[in-house]
């Protein structure tokens, strides 16, 4: 009984960070991610298998949350579309080259690089 309400708080509580992690990436255009990351490794840290999952799952979620939100600031007009086509092909081969190299990375480098991503993007958002 015990570990059926501990992962209806479980699910609860990864239904709470999506939702708040899509207001943020609706908001803010990015962040959510780093949410859906901090969520998954505090409460699914038992059920995946590798650490690496935490990011390869939040990939997944971030997906269709980024295009609801590009899809709502283009019937907004808020769209701008002059530097697209230059920043999204270099960044689409950037995640796949990403995507090929997730499993030759071991899991604390990548925590590393994410965490170090966070705060210099921090930082430049505080100092700029």
């Known amino acids: 009984m015990e570990i059926i309400k501990s992962q209806r708080r479980g699910a609860l ?3 709470v960070a999506g939702f708040i992690a899509g207001v943020v ?4 255009g990015a962040g959510g991610g780093i949410l859906i990351i ?3 490794s505090r409460i699914m840290k038992d059920e995946l298998p590798e650490k690496k999952d935490v990011f390869v799952n ?3 979620v971030m997906l269709p949350i980024s295009a609801l939100s590009c899809f709502l ?3 907004r007009g808020d ?3 002059e530097g697209f086509g230059i920043f999204a ?3 689409i081969a950037g ?3 990403g995507g090929l190299l997730i499993d030759k990375i071991r899991s604390g480098a990548l925590k590393r690089l994410f965490a170090a991503l966070v705060i210099i993007s921090g930082v430049l958002l505080i100092t700029k």
């Open 89 to 91: 092909l270099p960044a």
């Open 95 to 97: 995640g796949i080259v």
């Open 79 to 81: 769209l701008s579309t």
């Open 38 to 40: 901090s969520a998954l």
């Open 73 to 75: 600031y283009a019937l």
């Open 13 to 15: 509580y990864l239904a």
């Open 25 to 28: 990436n609706g908001l803010l």
């Open 58 to 60: 939040s990939l997944c």
